[in-house]
Structure formats: C-alpha cells, structure tokens
C-alpha cells in the first residue's frame, strides 16, 4: 500500500502563488507517473469527476491542462518521493480541493491522497 500525501494549501489572493507538495510512500517512487488533479466544491456536489491538472512521468514528461498551461509548473524530486506544483498568478477559478495521484507504470495501480484545499479570493 502507498501512502499519498498532500500538504500546501491555503488561501490566496487573485494573482498570488502557492506551491502544493505530495510525498509518497513507495519503495521504488521512480516507477510511478504523478499527478495532480483539482475538484470544485460545487463540481463534487455535481458528481463531477476530478479534473487532471498537471502529470509528471516516471521519465520526466510533463502535462498540463490548457486552463493552467504557463502558470503552473509540475515537478518530482525522485530522491525525496516528492512531487510539486508551483502555481503561480492564481485565479478564483482555481479554487478546488488539489489531489495527488500516484499511478504505478507497470499495472496502472492508483494511490490517491485527501486532497489539500487551495481558495483564490480576495
């Protein structure tokens, strides 16, 4: 079992920046494509599912959403079993609860964290 946890959120002003960070407990991180996904409150409430985000590779590719594409940024620290996701110039659109997804490449197994929530007001 892989332990996925999210930590980073906050509250922020339009424009301003967080940087959320997920650790996994994996033996072998490097064999895991991360991602982050994000659910409006009003969109859980909806049955909505959660909207990829960003993704990251065991080899160092990356993804982005268009909605986020040249804001944020996505990347991994193998050493660590960390992961990250600068966002920078938040909107109040942005506001969700931000969930970690560890996907382990040889099986497609998926590990989820709780989620962080991230609120863009002013």
């Known amino acids: 079992q892989v332990q996925v946890v999210e930590s980073g959120g906050g509250l922020v002003q339009p424009g301003g920046s967080l940087r959320l960070s997920c650790a996994a407990s994996?033996?072998?991180?490097?064999?895991?494509?991360m991602g982050w996904y994000r659910q409006a409150p009003e969109k859980e409430r909806e049955g909505k599912e959660r909207?990829?985000?960003?993704?990251?590779?065991?080899?160092?590719?990356?993804n982005y959403s268009d909605s986020v594409k040249g804001r944020f940024t996505i990347s991994r620290d193998n050493a660590k079993k960390m992961v990250y996701l600068q966002m920078n110039n938040l909107k109040p659109e942005d506001t969700a609860v931000y969930y970690c997804r560890a996907r382990r490449d040889y099986d497609g197994m998926n590990y989820w964290g709780k989620g962080t929530l991230v609120t863009v007001s002013s």
């Open positions: 994996a033996s072998i991180f490097s064999i895991y494509t």
């Open positions: 909207e990829l985000v960003a993704a990251i590779t065991s080899g160092g590719s990356t």
